[in-house]
Nanobody, 115 residues
Framework: QVQLVESGGGLVQAGGSLRLSCAAS????????MGWYRQPPGKQRELVAR???????NYADSVKGRFTISRDNAKNTVYLQMNSLKLEDTVVYSC?????????WGQGTQVTVSS
């Protein structure tokens, strides 16, 4: 089992920044990738950003150039630095870890961008 604990969400004005953190614990050996997802109201869950164990990253087109995913292997933590936040970034962000074919999810953290 893998446990994921997210933190760092909150309220920020448009154009501002937030950094989300996702700490993994438990049976974390063999995690091949970790990422952040979000599900806007009435839409399907979408990938925001993802980083593999090899360090390869990919981003949703809507966040490229604004968001940066990184990791600290010593702390088993993945970060999502979000800059130039927009109103449409308002949603719950969930951390994901892929171990073999099993997906694990955190409880989610709310990001609210105000005008």
């Amino acid at each position: 089992q893998v446990q994921l604990v997210e933190s760092g969400g909150g309220l920020v004005q448009a154009g501002g920044s937030l950094r989300l953190s996702c700490a993994a614990s438990g049976s974390i050996f063999g995690i091949s990738a970790m990422g952040w997802y979000r599900q806007p109201p009435g839409k399907q869950r979408e990938l925001v950003a993802r980083i593999t164990s090899g360090g390869r990253t990919n981003y949703a087109d809507s966040v490229k150039g604004r968001f940066t995913i990184s990791r600290d292997n010593a702390k088993n933590t993945v970060y999502l630095q979000m800059n130039s936040l927009k109103l449409e970034d308002t949603v719950v962000y969930s951390c994901n870890a892929l171990l073999a074919v099993q997906n694990y999810w955190g409880q989610g953290t709310q990001v609210t961008v105000s005008s």
